[in-house]
């Protein structure tokens, strides 16, 4: 099924919808970690180059659509270009995270679980990667293209809402992360449906929605002993 060029790309919608996301992240690291601001005590330079980072690809993100709805195409490309070099220090920012938070999880944790969470961190730096490359590979097609950009997005709901879950509700961890597993999965599905009934392409949020639900998978199965091998693996190599 081809993609349906002459429908436009709702451009400005999409730049809200990105903006959403990042209101979404401001809330759930606010009490832990913006509420520091300026002083950050006790906070370590990985914390803060993550962070930024981060920042930096939602600001991309966000401007990129609003840049071609308002027809200044050739500042577009250029921030595009940047991305080639933004995207791959944003996954070195996501795996020095990891491997900080492995050798300091808050609160203890024992060996099986700390392995057990590099499932969620190291299927973020995977997701990620896989996103943009497809979205790069797909720049000629802009339907995909874009769709394979919103997945980086979507994958950033989990920090942001998660920690909010946490903070200003008490929800368990556990019980947090696995809702915004339902949460993402669910906004793919809303989305991949919409392709359906207006018979574009389905083909870009299929391959989302299909790796945001085995990174879940693996989420719900880190105790076992085939993400354990993996995870023991990624801790004693690469860390």
Known sequence: MQPTTRSPVPYARISLFFFLIYLVVTWGFYKTYLIFFPSFDGFKPVQHFHGAMMMTW?????VQPLLISTGKLSLHRL????????????????FLITKFGYYKPVPPL????????????????????LF???????????????????????????????????????VPFNTAIAYTFYVEITIVAAFL??????????????????????HFLLWEFRLYQPW????EFIAGHLF
């Open 58 to 62: 939602m600001a991309l993100l966000i």
């Open 110 to 129: 024992s060996h099986l679980e700390k392995v057990g969470g590099l499932a969620l961190q190291a299927g973020d730096i995977v997701q990620f990667a």
């Open 132 to 170: 943009y490359c497809l979205a790069i590979i797909n720049r000629s097609n802009t339907y995909n293209h874009m769709r394979y950009m919103i997945g980086t997005a979507i994958m950033m709901i989990g920090p942001g809402l998660g920690r909010a879950l946490i903070m200003y509700n008490n």
């Open 193 to 214: 449906l919409s392709d359906v009934l207006r018979k574009r392409s389905y083909k870009a949020n299929a391959v989302v929605l299909s790796a945001i639900f085995v």
């Open 79 to 94: 921030i595009g270009r940047l991305s080639l070099v933004i995207a791959p220090i944003v996954v070195v920012s996501m």
């Open 228 to 231: 354990q091998a993996i995870g």
